[in-house]
T-cell receptor, first 115, second 116 residues
Framework: AQSVTQLGSHVSVSEGALVLLRCNYSSSVPPYLFWYVQYPNQGLQLLLKYTSAATLVKGINGFEAEFKKSETSFHLTKPSAHMSDAAEYFCAVSDIGTSYGKLTFGQGTILTVHP | NAGVMQNPRHLVRRRGQEARLRCSPMKGHSHVYWYRQLPEEGLKFMVYLQKENIIDESGMPKERFSAEFPKEGPSILRIQQVVRGDSAAYFC??????????????FGEGSRLTVL
């Protein structure tokens, strides 16, 4: 079975600072990996996805993530945080062996941005 | 273009009552997924449906929970004889197709169930 671990349930940064949200996965085969963002009282929105093409994936709102097979990681970064980035972020992996949207999610990381 | 619509947004039930949660997928989407988010946890897959068919219900509790996606109308997640442990946010998601690169799901805003 696949799994996802997000290191740090809460991350706090200052506006303008680098954002780094960590995600490690466990999978016996190359997975598809995703980052979703959830704003308060809303559903999840896809930020970016890795599907075995380029290892550096660019997403919306200036976020990007790099797939590192040797480290089984897919960390999310943004060079300069904005107040509007405050939200909860979920890393997810697709269930290999299926061809549909059955995802395994991490526990989530709440990002707080200070002025 | 309306997104995934879920209702009710908030539902309060007493132990032993039934809860029905509805989900209308995005226009043109024929695949529906239900996920549950317990407090302090990530989302857990429950069930995947296409029109009139349950494709994968491996995440559904064996008792009291059922889901359907009829030919006409929304998908419904039904919880019978609710217990306090059922209190959670239930998210519906839809996608336009299955196949490689699937994983981009479009989520509704969720239905938050509180069991007293």
């Amino acid at each position: 079975a696949q799994s996802v671990t997000q290191l740090g349930s809460h991350v706090s940064v200052s506006e303008g600072a680098l954002v780094l949200l960590r995600c490690n996965y466990s999978s016996s085969v190359p997975p598809y990996l995703f980052w979703y963002v959830q704003y308060p009282n809303q559903g999840l929105q896809l930020l970016l996805k890795y599907t075995s093409a380029a290892t550096l994936v660019k997403g919306i709102n200036g976020f990007e993530a790099e797939f590192k097979k040797s480290e089984t990681s897919f960390h999310l970064t943004k060079p300069s945080a904005h107040m509007s980035d405050a939200a909860e972020y979920f890393c997810a992996v697709s269930d290999i062996g299926t061809s549909y949207g059955k995802l395994t999610f991490g526990q989530g990381t709440i990002l707080t941005v200070h002025p | 273009n309306a997104g995934v619509m879920q209702n009710p947004r908030h539902l309060v039930r007493r132990r032993g009552q039934e809860a029905r949660l509805r989900c209308s997928p995005m226009k043109g989407h024929s695949h529906v997924y239900w996920y549950r988010q317990l407090p302090e946890e990530g989302l857990k897959f429950m069930v995947y449906l296409q029109k009139e068919n349950i494709i994968d219900e491996s995440g559904m509790p064996k008792e009291r929970f059922s889901a359907e996606f009829p030919k006409e109308g929304p998908s419904i997640l039904r919880i019978q004889q609710v217990v306090r442990g059922d209190s959670a946010a239930y998210f519906c998601a839809s996608s336009p197709s299955a196949g490689p690169n699937t994983g981009e799901l479009f989520f509704g805003e969720g239905s938050r169930l509180t069991v007293l």
